[in-house]
């Protein structure tokens, strides 16, 4: 689909336009509003310069870029690439059509017409017709009866599983294979009442706990740190030259060592202030040798050692973590073991006692006190608890395992119920029944679409492009005196009656030239469905009557093509297009919602150029081309207000709303001058309203043309048919004035 106007250059009054920022991209169907000579025409043959693949004779050096989805471009300098266009607008109608010798080009030249093959090829569709009719029948109550099972199986599966039972996300596609598993004997899947209470129970128990995790034995061996201890308690420490009092009295020998390091190099006692005897250094270094140092430092490191395995735990969970009835076990199982680990700390503290005693007993050798480590007791208390553990474990295994086959037997039973109380298998034949008749049509309908096809190559393509043509004409006439026959040379002839038509209306060469193009966009050389259809004010100088047809053709005929555009100045028809908006996207959703239909207001600047805007809130609020009428004249008229931008169109406007308002309120059958003399009793201003909407409406001549109003003389006549519309009736003007507030 073509999404923007990206920019358009030196091509009539679309100069320099590029894609306001903004403003919606086009949609699938698409109406362009706007006044005459706002550049609709111009634009659609921006347009057809695509549907032809080549520029346009008058804007040789124009450049039309567009944008179409995924971002691709088309541009005039590479028109090959452009996208299938249909375009009717005046440059078509003048190509194509000359109305003042009652004929027009054929669309197609071919061979004579063949009658018995046209005979063949109408029963051939109407029995294509009648298989088409009951093949789309069948399809339906396929899709029916298709849509009611799977209705069901989405009920049954919300209904009886997933809110009753908890399950998220359980859906239609879960429930369906198990129903399809169970439909030979349905009778073997479904439970009693007693069994499938059960089930429930089980599958909507809450009691499980969670696995725990088996315990490890990974404490300090108390054998090894005897050994280390029984090894240092029985060193005994040998000096050069004993001091005897300090190997007498352990604790000043200790104290000693400790303060000996506070005095290398110093010659004063840091105790007593008093001088050191010049040789005591040496005297202690002679006392305290280095393998006393080794023993010390020896002895500090295994105690550390040994208060570090005091510390050691075995982590152990909490009773409330087991099922009840192993909760006991357990507390008895984790008493015994913290009895050993007491035990057991108690020997470490032993050790750890003789080996701060021997610090004060370097030179005399000490006995280890006998101490058990309980080792093997505590790996068998260890090993009791990891029984405890086990059972636990395995029965939320079995938890989870006995839940899942009662979850599987509810399934399958509900699955069987449905089988049962839905009649399943009766239904699924029924599908599969009108699934065959279907293919069987539908074979049918293949080989009389080629039957057809080979009669429509055989018949004459130009009274098949003839009797279309006059298809449309009634339609749009809704009756047939006027219509199209093929001539001997081919050539179409307009007829009226038997004659051949002359001095053809405006209205009626309208019709007959959009007709004429609506057969051309259905000639088959493109499928509709992949074509791009813009439309030109189609509805020029038509009656209301025929205004409606020509709408209904669009809606009923152009509805499927890939993408729309209608362009038109018709208020009237620009409502009729606008309410078939409403039917697709609803009249009360915002136009920025609207997912198939993009509505726009073309208009000319004050600098004399095009543009597209989104369409006014106005246009759409209003239903009647007779409200907005006066809506623009009256907010026109307020003080300080006019809008330059429309000046070109508004001696239209006040011509357009005079007539409807003279019609109203004068219903006798006289022209709208005459009206005027009643409407206008002042005679100067009366003259003055005339001759603006005389002249400036209709521009017959180059000059009026290019002459713009003068805003001054807009506002004074505007002003004395707002003033005639309340002169007439005070009540009326203020209810008018209220409904386009």
Known sequence: MIRTIQNIKAFGVFSGFRWPSGLPEFKQFNVIYGWNYSGKTTLSRAFRCFELKERHSDFTDAEVQLKADEGQLHQLSTLHTAPELRVFNTDFVRENLRFEFGSALPVLVLGAVDIAKQKALKANKDERQELTTSKKSNERRREKRQLAIDKALTRYARDFIKNPLGVPNYDKTRFEPLVIKCKTKPESYLQDEEA?????????????????????MTLSS??????????LLARVVTASNPIPRLKEDPAVESWVNEGRPLHVGKDTCEFCAQRLPADLMDQLSAHFSADYDNLMAELSGLATEIQAAEAEQIQLDHKADFYPNLSHRFIGEKKELDKLLRFRKGALESLRRVLEAKKTQAFTRLECPPVEDPAAQITSAVEAINKTISEHNKRTAEFDKNREEAFTKLEKHYAALFVREEQYVQQLQQVADLKVTIDEEGSKLGKLDEGIR????????????????NELLAACFGKGDLRIAVSADNRFQILRGQDIAKNLSEGEETAIAFAYFMTRV?????PLGDTIVVVDDPVSSLDANHIFNTYALIKTQLAGCHQLFILTHSFEFYNLIREWAFEDEGEKKPLANWNKWGVFLVKRRDDGKAVLEDIPKELLKFKSEYHYLFSTLYHFGKPGAGDFDCLLSLPNIVRRFMEAFGG?????????????????????????????????????????????????????VVKACLGAVEKWSSDYFKDIQIEVA
């Open 196 to 216: 499938l209470r059960q089930c429930l129970s089980v599958f909507r128990s809450t009691e499980k706990k969670p696995a725990l995790s088996t315990k490890e």
């Open 454 to 469: 080979t009669l429509e190559e055989a018949l004459s393509e130009a009274s098949k492009g003839a009797e279309r043509i």
């Open 522 to 526: 259905q000639d088959g050389r493109h």
């Open 664 to 716: 109203i309120m004068i219903p006798s059958y006289m022209g709208l001058k005459k009206k005027m003399e009643r409407l206008f009793p002042n005679e100067v201003e009366r003259e003055r309203v005339w001759k603006f909407i005389n002249y400036y409406s209709h521009n017959i001549t180059i000059t009026r043309s290019l002459t713009i109003p003068d805003m001054s003389e807009c506002k004074a």
């Open 222 to 231: 108390v054998v090894e740190q005897k050994e280390k201890a029984t090894s």
